[in-house]
T-cell receptor
Framework: DSGVTQTPKHLITATGQRVTLRCSPR?????VYWYQQSLDQGLQFLIQ???????AKGNILERFSAQQFPDLHSELNLSSLELGDSALYFC????????????????FGPGTRLTVL | AQTVTQSQPEMSVQEAETVTLSCTYD???????LFWYKQPPSRQMILVIR??????QNATENRFSVNFQKAAKSFSLKISDSQLGDAAMYFC??????????????FGKGTRLHILP
């Protein structure tokens, strides 16, 4: 158990719908990262938040958005869902930022499996 | 941009034997981390081993060791005494270690390892 929790574990929805994925980082971790694992794109970075502020953006679609709340949990919002959005969405957390400490390991949650029908 | 390439989509090894998974990467940075992650059928992302680019000594974790060739940008994983529990997808991954850079993890496409009893 990494200490990172993600809800729900599974989500089945229809095209055109909107869903929210939730992530609670490990206690004390300030950084939250979202990754998408799909069959065609593999594992790719979506977005990072650090202490409530957006820190880095990857290949995140405009239909997707995220935020990190004052209690440091994060939500990933996916809207106008398409079949191709079906994937496993991972959240990871770390203590700080690259270079700010000796290593700063990212700990991965168990993922949310999203199926768009 | 940094890239990670795993050229072996699938591999098989006899139980108790040794297997080596290959990985090459491309970067213009001099300070970075390299990782091997294991993803068993449960889909959990498990960090197997980490290598700091500034360290010449190859990292070792029990039955897992790496061959890090910085000049050749090669980073292979050797699994000794393979066990049935080693069956999983293995991802090679890269992360910048430079302060101020985003610390997203860049993953290869993965190698699925089968252990034959």
């Amino acid at each position: 158990d990494s200490g990172v929790t993600q809800t729900p574990k599974h989500l089945i929805t229809a095209t055109g719908q909107r869903v929210t994925l939730r992530c609670s980082p490990r206690s004390g971790d300030l950084s939250v990262y979202w990754y998408q694992q799909s069959l065609d794109q593999g594992l790719q970075f979506l977005i990072q938040y650090y202490n409530g502020e957006e820190r880095a953006k990857g290949n995140i679609l405009e239909r997707f958005s995220a935020q990190q709340f004052p209690d440091l949990h994060s939500e990933l919002n996916l809207s106008s869902l398409e079949l191709g959005d079906s994937a496993l969405y991972f959240c990871a957390s770390s203590l700080g930022l690259a270079g700010a400490s000796s290593y700063n390991e990212q700990f991965f949650g168990p993922g949310t499996r999203l199926t768009v029908l | 941009a940094q890239t990670v390439t795993q050229s072996q989509p699938e591999m098989s090894v006899q139980e108790a034997e040794t297997v080596t998974l290959s990985c090459t990467y491309d970067t213009s940075e001099s300070d970075y981390y390299l990782f091997w992650y294991k993803q068993p059928p449960s889909r959990q992302m498990i960090l197997v081993i980490r290598q700091e680019a500034y360290k010449q000594q190859n990292a070792t974790e029990n039955r897992f060791s790496v061959n890090f060739q910085k000049a050749a940008k090669s980073f292979s994983l050797k699994i000794s005494d393979s066990q049935l529990g080693d069956a999983a997808m293995y991802f090679c991954a890269y992360r910048s270690a430079r302060r101020g850079r985003d610390d997203k993890i860049i993953f290869g496409k993965g190698t699925r390892l089968h252990i034959l009893p």
